[in-house]
């Protein structure tokens, strides 16, 4: 009951940076094997040069990734009491 909140402090840690590898990666995997998808989508448009297209899931995209490494931080503060952000 103790140690699992401090174990879970490295597991959080690794959740923030593998959500971005997981989104990055979906556009390798929609373009190689034909999948719709946004990934494939952002492929395509950076190939025909759509540049409203590739902002906006480029803003898209880092806005995930900021939700992401903001749910880490709030997600340690709850583990740990002794992180505080002020």
Sequence with gaps: RHALRNSMIPVATVL???????????????????????????????????????????LLYAGLIAVANLTVDIVYAWLDPRISYK
């Design 16 to 58: 923030g940076p593998a959500l971005a590898g997981l989104v990055t990666g979906s556009f390798f995997i929609e373009s190689m094997f034909s999948f719709p998808g946004m990934g494939r989508m952002f492929v395509q448009a950076i190939g025909q040069r759509d540049y409203s297209v590739i902002l906006g899931t480029t």
